[in-house]
């Protein structure tokens, strides 16, 4: 886990150095298809998975409540930084 935070930051800092190379400034849309590219193959990993596919039933229910509170957190966080530091025109 250490390793793969270290490349992140390291590609951060990377990236952050060489921001005007006009080649980078392509990287973005390469980046976006590749997620979308990985997102697929782990739904393709997933659906082949007899016992995932089997057991789907007892464990969906809980990744759906997980889910839907992890994006309602999210939302609610957005919304309170919104407020707090985004809002113009507003006395505090």
């Known amino acids: 886990m250490f390793t793969i ?17 006009q080649m980078l400034q392509k990287v973005e849309k ?11 193959v ?12 089997d057991n789907l039933g007892r464990f969906g229910w809980q ?9 309602t957190g999210s939302m609610l966080a957005s919304l309170m930084v919104f407020h707090l530091f985004f809002k113009k025109g507003e006395k505090r």
């Open 42 to 53: 782990l739904g393709v990993s997933i659906g082949s998975n007899r016992l995932i596919v």
């Open 63 to 71: 990744a759906a409540v997980l889910a839907s509170l992890s994006i």
């Open 5 to 21: 935070i270290s490349i992140m930051f390291i590609g951060i800092g990377i990236g952050y150095l060489m921001r005007n190379v």
């Open 30 to 40: 390469s980046a976006s298809l590749t997620i979308l590219l990985l997102l697929f």
